[in-house]
């Protein structure tokens, strides 16, 4: 088996959930995974192979263009879905998939609110890579990595907190 297959075999599933979450997109995810694998074929030898294989997906959809236009045409398709849900659904089924769909979104919205290494820095550690491969991918120093996890743990929740609040001032206004 050479490198690039068992490279595939090893990383292909987590890599794919990883952009799958970064991107909002398991097409788009499966897309990115596909061209970093056809990368690692070009690679003679690959010395940290977690941090590289993550390192190359990273670039390759941070230097993509289509990224804004991708997220913003899955939010619509997520939007409508929940429209047409509500409208076969009876009410109380209706409300909790509504409520479930707003809060996914706020989710994301307070993720893609972070600047991005904080956002990335989350991403790759639920991913399970370790300090040294996160300050790899980041490319910063290792003993940088637990003080930006941290950092992004508090605005992740500041964000979301912030978003909550704001929906619910929202909902008061209405009523």
């Known amino acids: 088996m050479d490198q690039a297959e068992r490279l595939f075999r090893t990383y292909h599933a987590t890599l794919v959930r990883y952009l799958t979450r970064r991107l909002g997109d398991r097409d788009w995810a499966e897309e990115v995974a596909q061209e970093t694998f ?3 074929l070009r690679q003679d030898a690959i ?3 977690r941090a590289w294989v993550f390192a190359v997906a990273h670039n390759l959809v941070r230097d993509g263009a289509r990224r804004d236009a991708r997220n913003r045409r899955h939010l619509e398709l997520l939007a409508s879905e929940v429209r047409g849900a509500e409208e076969e659904e009876p009410v109380d089924e209706a409300e909790q998939t509504l409520e479930r769909a707003q809060r996914a979104a706020m989710a994301r919205r307070a993720l893609e609110a972070l600047g991005e290494r904080d956002r990335q820095a989350l991403l790759l550690k639920e991913e399970g890579l370790d300090y040294t491969e996160i300050a790899d991918v980041l490319k910063i120093e290792k003993s940088s990595v637990g003080t930006t996890l941290s950092r992004a743990r508090r605005r992740l929740a500041e964000s979301y907190e912030a978003l ?6 929202g909902k008061h206004a209405a009523s």
């Not at 909550?164 to 001032?169: I, L, M, P, S, V």
């Open 38 to 40: 056809v990368r690692a």
């Open 47 to 49: 010395m940290n192979e």
């Open 164 to 169: 909550e609040a704001g929906r619910r001032g």
